[in-house]
T-cell receptor
């Protein structure tokens, strides 16, 4: 079993919909949680960064972390066709270790 | 530079040959990371530098893989005696300090071993 599990999708939604993307993880040492967006043929780019449990909002994006359930979410409001990409969750925080452990990514398609 | 620059963009090599992949991080970034990304998967950690010091190489698959960053800026990932299973996208990332988890990734080098 992978340390970080993420549904690969694809997830297809109409423009304007609220999108929910999720990851589960097994390593209770993880404390830092990130969401990256990756467009086709590009490198991942950081969207959201959260430390420990709680919510964080940035424009149309909201990241939630529930450490008790080992579950993280990214919500996208008023989704746009330009949001079509692969969304990768990533996490770290093991003592002395700076490496990120990524999920396999969820492909999102927002239909105009 | 403005972003993380990787070269070459594409590399096709014959099995058994050595390859060297180059990464030029964002100017002034202390930390540099190498990841490998298979098609349809997330990046997988290989190794990490702070300045010129290799801090963690636990993700290197075997001793055919090595990396260096001799002057604390440009880094080279070398794969000796390449095998077909080494075919993947190799991505470099950098961050301002070792405390930052929000990396900036480069566009990667697509390695194909034939």
């Amino acid at each position: 079993q992978k340390e970080v599990e993420q549904d690969p999708g694809p997830l297809s939604v109409p423009e304007g919909a609220i999108v929910s993307l999720n990851c589960t993880y097994s390593n209770s040492a993880f404390q830092y949680f990130m969401w990256y967006r990756q467009y086709s043929r590009k490198g991942p780019e950081l969207l959201m960064y959260t430390y420990s449990s709680g919510n964080k909002e940035d424009g149309r994006f909201t990241a939630q972390v529930d450490k008790s359930s080992k579950y993280i979410s990214l919500f996208i409001r008023d989704s746009q066709p330009s949001d079509s990409a692969t969304y990768l969750c990533a996490m770290s925080g093991e003592t002395g270790r700076r490496a990120l452990t990524f999920g396999s990514g969820t492909r999102l398609q927002v239909q105009p | 530079g403005a972003g993380v620059s990787q070269s070459p963009r594409y590399k096709v090599t014959k099995r058994g040959q050595d390859v060297a992949l180059r990464c030029d991080p964002i100017s002034g970034h202390v930390s540099l990371y190498w990841y490998r990304q298979a098609l349809g998967q997330g990046p997988e950690f290989l190794t990490y530098f702070n300045y010129e010091a290799q801090q963690d190489k636990s993700g290197l698959p075997n001793d055919r893989f090595s990396a260096e960053r001799p002057e604390g800026s440009i880094s080279t990932l070398t794969i000796q005696r390449t095998e077909q299973r080494d075919s993947a996208m190799y991505r470099c990332a950098s961050s301002p300090t070792g405390e930052t988890y929000g990396y900036t990734f480069g566009s990667g080098t697509r390695l194909t071993v034939v």
